[in-house]
């Protein structure tokens, strides 16, 4: 089992392989990177962590890129990716309470955007749930 960290903010991560090298994320790094993004509130017993809204699979360059600590990315993937090296893999979960800031980030643009079928409706349903914040 792999050991899962879990940082002040409540985001957590589980690292999967040690990246290489001496560059490491920190503020201010640009950082290219392959991502999967799912939404846990949508698991089902064939897609446990969640349903897929996103995938760099689906971009013409098979990645995301973007500049640590400027707010291009949903906020608590940039906390989750600090530390790792070129080549490491780790699944981050981000909380949901920072989702409930999705569809204002949704609408500046900030990754990662649903790309993926039906990925627009998933996060949508989960941006919007009236329930979410009860």
Do not use: H, W
């Not at 900030?110 to 993926?116: D, G, H, L």
């Amino acid at each position: 089992e792999t050991e899962t960290v879990v940082l002040k903010s409540g985001v957590r991560y589980q690292e999967f392989r040690e990246g290489k090298g001496d560059l490491v994320v920190e503020p201010g790094r640009r950082v290219a990177c392959q991502m999967t993004a799912r939404l846990p509130a949508l698991a089902t017993d064939k897609e446990t962590g969640g349903k897929q809204f996103y995938n760099t699979k689906n971009t013409d360059i098979q990645e995301i890129g973007f500049v640590i600590g400027q707010g291009q990315v949903v906020p608590g993937l940039e906390e989750g990716m600090m530390g790792m090296k070129k080549g490491a893999l780790r699944r981050i979960f981000v909380p949901d309470a920072y989702f409930a800031q999705a569809g204002e980030l949704n609408r500046r643009g900030m990754e990662p955007q649903p790309n993926v079928k039906d990925g627009e409706r998933y996060f949508n349903g989960v941006v919007n749930n009236a329930r979410r914040d009860q």
